[in-house]
């Protein structure tokens, strides 16, 4: 609760900052405080929902595949694409910023937070002697196999697409405030632009995400329960981390003029919690 309030007393300092366009140049160090006051803050939720073992494994694979994917991108252009970082995201570690991990761990666990996860406990039990004994035994592995896959790709891709609406703001916002600055000319000629950022960076952003969810996931025990940690601890902290990004990340574009990022990010979010809807069961 109390590092909650000081990420809150942090964000309004800096939204108000930043509305009024008073943020000096000295003070845009500020941005690695935030992000690594979010992810902590959402490290801390994720102990409380599934324990420190499990938060401890999702920092480690999400620190350590982030860090290793912007090192290539920063490094070889290869994978985001071609920019470097600036100062404004001070202190840098081997050309990467130290808050990187923090604020990966930040945006896939608001995304874990709210993916569809189908209920699919029974696929994992065994057969009784009757199922097995059953004409409809082949059918029923099939069925109880399928149920597995959706259950764990599910929300995977649900929450890797929820981590890119986001970026799909962030990284025009980003290129604008120059965050950090791409070479476009190294880009190919298929690699279009959208707002000074290439399309291959929005795609990689998702294929990382991909993997990282899906790394987390498969070692996770969270599916073989009925009841998966939404009792023992709301939702309320990832909700506060994601209204207030998307709060700070569309005032920049209004004041920016970035309509159309501001519009595909508010739209596939949208989209994203009516596919939610329609997967989730409603509790009686």
């Not at 329960?225 to 700070?248: D, V, W």
Request: glycine share 6%; net charge positive.
């Amino acid at each position: 609760m109390r590092l909650t309030l000081l990420y809150m007393v942090w964000f309004l300092c800096g939204y108000l900052l930043i509305s009024a366009n008073l943020i000096p140049a000295w003070f845009e160090w500020a941005n690695s405080l935030y992000l690594i006051l979010g992810g902590t803050t959402a490290l801390l939720w994720y102990v409380r929902r599934y324990g420190a073992r499990q938060a401890l494994m999702l920092f480690v694979i999400c620190g350590s595949v982030s860090y290793a994917a912007e090192w290539i991108g920063v490094h070889t252009f290869r994978w985001f694409g071609a920019y470097p970082y600036g100062l404004s995201f001070a202190p840098l570690v081997l050309g990467v910023p130290l808050a990187i991990p923090f604020a990966w761990c930040m945006l896939l666990i608001i995304a874990k937070a709210f993916a569809p996860v189908p209920p699919s406990a029974g696929a994992w039990k065994g057969l009784t002697l009757e199922q097995s004994l059953s004409s409809g035994k082949r059918a029923l592995k099939q069925a109880r196999k399928a149920a597995k896959r959706r259950s764990f790709w599910l929300p995977a891709v649900w929450a890797a697409s929820m981590v890119t609406a986001i970026d799909l703001l962030l990284g025009p916002l980003a290129a604008q405030q120059r965050y950090w600055t791409w070479e476009s000319a190294k880009n190919a000629a298929w690699n279009i632009s959208f707002y000074s950022v290439p399309i291959s960076n929005f795609i990689c952003w998702w294929i990382t995400s991909m993997l990282i969810l899906n790394t987390v996931n498969y070692l996770h025990d969270e599916y073989f329960e009925e009841n998966r940690g939404a009792e023992r601890t709301g939702t309320f902290i990832p909700m506060l981390l994601l209204l207030t990004l998307e709060s700070l990340f569309l005032t920049l574009a209004v004041k920016t003029g970035l309509w159309w990022a501001a519009s595909l990010n508010v739209g596939l979010l949208l989209l994203l919690f009516l596919w939610r809807s329609k997967e989730v069961p409603v509790r009686p």
